[in-house]
């Protein structure tokens, strides 16, 4: 059912012409073969962690910001509505 096809060796005609089939199994159905390797897991991990990282940095800059400059950061809230609204008027 799960199975691939692929061309069965043979010394009397060439791959390309063959039209004698092998029936190879499917291994991507087995138990565990969802799963990637253990190295490319954790490598995958590190980078999910490197990127929470910086992630995390700029939302603490961007409050540092914020704390800082309230007066600007409302200003900026209230332009970016006004841009937001009129984008949002005209696509009607």
Do not use: F, Y
């Not at 138990?31 to 190295?39: D, I, M, T, V, W």
């Not at 990282?53 to 700029?58: P, V, Y």
């Not at 540092?64 to 949002?88: E, Y």
């Amino acid at each position: 059912m799960n199975e691939t096809t692929l061309p069965k060796p043979s010394a009397d005609v060439p791959w390309p012409t063959s039209d004698e089939r092998a029936r190879v199994p499917d291994t991507s159905m087995l138990p565990g073969a969802e799963r990637c390797p253990p190295a490319t897991e954790a490598a995958l991990s590190a980078k999910a962690d490197s990127l929470r990282e910086a992630r995390d940095a700029r939302v603490e800059a961007l409050r540092t910001t914020v704390r800082d400059n309230p007066l600007v950061a409302v200003a900026t809230a209230l332009a970016l509505g006004a841009v937001i609204a009129r984008v949002a008027r005209i696509t009607r």
